[in-house]
């Protein structure tokens, strides 16, 4: 079953784990021919490195975004300052602090998450040019081929099932942290405007690894940029926590861009990614590998996973501590890898064959002999006894024979 997908990655972090997706899904030659129309990439940042960013598969494939997978939402250096000035009063969720050191987003931001999404209303209608662009296409293709010759399995239900988009992105940078909220309601709007079936699933990162990671190397620097990825992460979790319950308890908010005010959360689902719960301290490349792992098995065995992830109800068998009624939005999951000796465990499998073979040929023995023998332990014995008398006689006379000459 392949669940038509489409995994966004917001920044660098974002970035590095749909690359390692799409490097699995490239390695197993039964996928290969179907990334399109079934599963796209997309990469959202404003440093150009991040979005010619480059890792080799198992198979040692050379795996990077392509031309038609790369929105780049860096604002030129001359047109920043100006911007500022020009919608001075439609920027008031600017804060006034960050407006004095103002950099030009054409390369990694400085760790500010209102950075992200300055660029981000910068390039807004580019940007929802592009990703418009890419769910019609994707919708169209699709729909020519359940019409077609393609025989993959979907859901047929209502024409086309829901298109996953899975965002990735880091809650303690700028550019993902910034972005992620205004990006999946961007998609919203495209959803409303153009009636294509969409969910939306969001998978943040956690700041844990980067700061086990600066632990190691007590500098200045690295002080304060544990101080940034702290803040920045609470920041947004706080702004997450708020928007996932607006309709819940029926509050609205104004988005910066948007002249209607929002109502619904910007996600069906939220995976927080931690590092702090395991035994062993993953690195941020470990993480990003099983979350990789993890984004592949959703688009294969979604139907099952999905299951899982409908919002819970719990409620005590006692009802002692009155709690009814739990509606989530941040679910968890896991994806485990088994490592064996392949060498070893076919040794073991062959030697259980022959042992197999060995015990059903003694089976037939002893059904022949008990059913043509009168006296099954005397004739048997002697039949033993004769035989054996013959190998040894014609051992002997043989090296008798070869002694002699």
């Given at each position: ?241 708020y928007l996932m319950k607006l309709?819940?308890?029926k509050l609205s908010v104004q ?70 009624d739990i509606c989530t939005w ?76």
């Amino acid at each position: 079953m392949i669940k038509p997908s489409i995994f966004i990655g917001l920044g660098g972090v974002g970035i590095q784990t749909i690359l390692k997706t799409k490097a699995l899904f490239l390695d197993n030659i039964e996928f290969q021919e179907i990334l399109s129309p079934y599963i796209f990439f997309v990469g959202i940042d404003t440093d150009e490195y991040d979005l010619s960013m480059q890792i080799s598969s198992k198979n040692q494939l050379k795996v990077s975004l392509e031309y038609k997978e790369i929105c780049n939402i860096a604002v030129p250096p001359q047109k920043i300052y100006e911007f500022v000035q020009y919608h001075r009063r439609n920027i008031d969720w600017l804060p006034q602090q960050n407006r004095y050191f103002m950099t030009p987003l054409n390369h990694s931001p400085r760790m500010v998450r209102s950075d992200g999404r300055l660029a981000f209303i910068y390039k807004i209608a580019a940007l929802k040019n592009y990703l418009l662009t890419i769910l019609t296409e994707m919708h169209d293709s699709i729909c020519r081929a359940k019409n077609g010759v393609n025989n993959i399995e979907t859901d047929k239900s209502d024409g086309i099932s829901s298109i996953d988009i899975n965002i990735v992105f880091s809650l303690c940078g700028s550019t993902g942290s910034g972005i992620f909220l205004d990006i999946a309601y961007l998609l919203q709007e495209i959803r409303q405007e153009t009636n294509i079936k969409i969910t939306l699933n969001g998978y943040g990162i956690l700041p844990s690894t980067l700061i086990n990671s600066l632990s190691q190397h007590a500098t200045s620097t690295n002080s304060t940029l544990r101080t940034y990825l702290f803040g920045n992460s609470y920041a947004a979790i706080s702004e997450l926590d708020y928007l996932m319950k607006l309709k819940k308890n029926k509050l609205s908010v104004q988005l910066p861009w948007k002249e209607e005010k929002q109502s619904e959360p910007p996600f069906e689902k939220v995976t927080l990614i931690d590092n702090n719960g395991s035994v062993e301290q993953y690195k941020l490349s470990q993480l990003t590998d099983i979350l990789s792992r993890a984004l592949y098995m959703r688009v294969i065995d979604l139907e099952h996973i999905s299951k899982s992830m409908g919002d819970s109800s719990a409620k005590p068998a006692d009802d002692s501590c009155g709690v009814e009624d739990i509606c989530t939005w941040l679910w968890n999951m896991g994806v485990s890898t088994l490592v064996y000796d392949s060498e070893y465990v076919a040794k073991v499998y062959e030697l259980k064959a022959q042992n197999k073979q060995i015990i059903e040929g003694l089976d037939k023995m002893k059904f022949f002999y008990n059913n043509s023998a009168v006296h099954t332990s005397f004739h048997i014995d002697q039949n033993i006894f004769q035989q054996m008398n013959q190998i040894s006689y014609s051992l002997c006379l043989q090296s008798a024979l070869n002694e002699e000459f």
